[in-house]
């Protein structure tokens, strides 16, 4: 055995060392071999943060806007109602853009989240998004004019509220971002100490009695 051993060294020595180096399949994957798969996923990585200019999305549909913002390689896209009655934009076909928060024209990189402010295709768009309502140092909001699912959101979860049809006709009140609060109690300012709330409301389009 030590003779055998004598003569491969023997044989290394004479054809060269480097012929005798493991290939890179027996090294078990050294840089070389990892190098042109980590230069790309690399290079991707810097492509994907690469800036990217943002076109003008105000005034397309909500849905078209977010399928031309994917084609530019935007993918973190959001969406919220403008008129801050917090509703869903449940079929985005239905809604058009009015706002967006990357000004038109502004290079960013395209991992950026996209948002689109928007109201319904019959609905006018206001001049600036409307915020929803909060809390704002333990005190009670203002809610009037504000849609019941804003301000119930606005209210700790465990609030105990109560809403009524401010008209005569005793409607039941089913979707609440399209009632609008009339009056509340406890009045804007009071202090919150987890005591009950209630609103009455009227539809949107509606007057309060």
Known sequence: MRTRI???????????????????GQSGGGNSATAPGGS?????????????????FVGMGLQ????????????????????????????????????????AGRSVPTRTTLDFGAVKLAESCPRTDQKEPTVQGGRMPDFKGKSVKAARAALDS??????????????WILVESNWKVCTQTPAAGSALRGQPVAFTAVKFGESCP
Do not use: E
């Open 158 to 171: 465990g609030t105990s509220l109560t809403v009524k049809d401010a008209s005569a006709d005793g409607r």
């Open 64 to 103: 078209s806007a977010q399928d031309a913002a994917q084609a530019d390689g935007f993918y973190s896209l959001k969406s919220h109602d403008a008129l801050g009655r917090d509703r869903m934009q449940a079929l985005d076909r239905n809604w058009k853009v009015c706002s967006q928060n990357v000004a």
């Open 40 to 56: 790309a996923t690399q290079g991707g990585k810097s492509a994907s943060a690469a800036p990217k200019a943002v076109r003008n």
């Open 6 to 24: 004598i003569s491969a060294a023997l044989l290394c020595a004479t054809v060269g060392l480097t012929a005798c180096q493991p290939t890179d």
